[in-house]
């Protein structure tokens, strides 16, 4: 994996150090970590599919900036921005990307539609992702750190076409919910219907 750096003043109003800075008042170095290898791995994932590896890279990066806040930071962005109610009933491995966006925008200054979105579906996915969104929700499954047993698959997948990776990592995720009788939430399913089973 190339060792590339971009500034990302372009797209937020602040550095790269800056928001690496930001990003460790809120992240554990584990998950830090992990966000600098997603980061990496979308920055190549870009360059093979032919996209901004600079836009792909920051929305690496920033993708999992609000996984580890309090709850009460999530239902607030909730109630505040009247999102859809039925959020609160989940919790941060929806809220994270879902809601999470939003506290990348107002805290790293980051409008870009493309890297927002990337952030708001890393998780769940949507029926229509774009090339940056497909690349952060395969990134963070296929970082060279992941090691359970679909991740090698998944980066063989990838690296020969980007949409058959994220077919394969969404039917793969909700199999693995569906198995834990885990309750599913209702925009997870839109994207699954478009994503796998392909309808429009």
């Known amino acids: 994996m190339n060792e590339v750096k971009y500034d ?81 009933n989940y919790g941060k491995a929806i809220w994270h990307g879902y809601v999470g966006y939003l506290l990348v925008q107002a805290e790293l200054g980051i409008n870009d539609a493309r890297i927002l979105n990337a952030v708001k579906y890393h998780t769940i996915g949507a029926p229509d992702m774009d090339k940056y969104a497909q690349i952060t929700y395969m990134a963070d499954f296929i970082e060279p750190d992941r090691d359970f047993s679909e991740a090698d698959e998944a980066r063989k997948i990838t690296h020969k076409n980007l949409w ?13 919910l569906v198995g834990k009788n885990k309750a599913i939430y209702p925009a997870a399913i839109v994207a699954y219907n478009s994503i796998v089973a392909g309808l429009k």
């Open 164 to 176: 058959d990776g994220v077919i394969f990592q969404n039917e793969k995720t909700m199999q693995l």
């Open 8 to 88: 990302y003043t372009n797209y937020a109003k602040m550095n790269r150090s800056e928001i690496l800075e930001e990003m460790k008042k809120h992240l554990n170095d584990k998950r830090f970590q992990h966000c600098l290898r997603v980061e990496q791995t979308a920055i190549d994932l870009a360059n093979e599919n032919g996209v901004n590896p600079e836009i792909a890279g920051l929305a690496g990066l920033v993708h999992d900036y609000a996984k580890q806040r309090p709850n009460e930071d999530f239902i607030k962005v909730i109630k505040e921005h009247h999102l859809d109610p039925d959020l609160l």
